[in-house]
């Protein structure tokens, strides 16, 4: 594998069960213990009540395309073999919206409310990267 060249996540004490579940290919979900929030990205306390009592569910992995953007130039040039890219925002079942990149699809065939998966790259020994592909079949 060829060096990762494109920015990496920072990645938390907190935020430290996400990055290992991705590496084994599983997409989780902090959820507060104290209000049932669930919560996304990863965080230190509860944005709706400020405990710090979170605990992680597994997401199914499935959502639907809430809103996106196709981007055909002016990015970094790290960026440039990527182009163009898809930025989503995806609504997950577990309650949650997060942003990520829309893979393994035309552009022109993303819309909204189209059905996507969780898929994950590999950019590091120790990080995959979560995106979101259509939903085969």
Same mark, same amino acid.
């Given at each position: ?9 920072? *990645? =938390?004490?907190?935020? =430290?069960?996400?990055? /290992?579940?991705?590496? /084994?290919?599983?997409?989780?979900? =902090? ?53 163009? *890219? ?9 309650? *949650?919206?997060? =942003?990520?990149?829309? *893979? /393994?699809?035309?552009?022109? /065939? ?28």
């Amino acid at each position: 594998m060829s060096e990762y060249l494109k920015p990496l996540p920072v *990645i =938390q004490s907190f935020s =430290q069960p996400f990055w /290992d579940a991705a590496k /084994d290919g599983k997409l989780l979900v =902090q959820k507060c213990n104290s209000c049932g929030s669930s919560i996304f990205f990863p965080r230190d306390r509860c944005p709706e009540c400020w405990s710090e009592d979170l605990g992680w569910i597994e997401a199914s992995g499935k959502g639907e395309i809430y809103a996106f953007s196709v981007t055909y130039e002016g990015v970094e040039k790290a960026f440039k073999e990527d182009l163009p *890219i898809v930025l989503a925002w995806i609504d997950l079942p577990e309650g *949650i919206r997060m =942003q990520t990149n829309i *893979i /393994d699809c035309n552009p022109d /065939d993303v819309s909204i409310g189209m059905a996507v998966e969780v898929t994950f790259k590999k950019a590091t020994d120790d990080i995959n990267l979560p995106y979101f592909k259509p939903v085969s079949g």
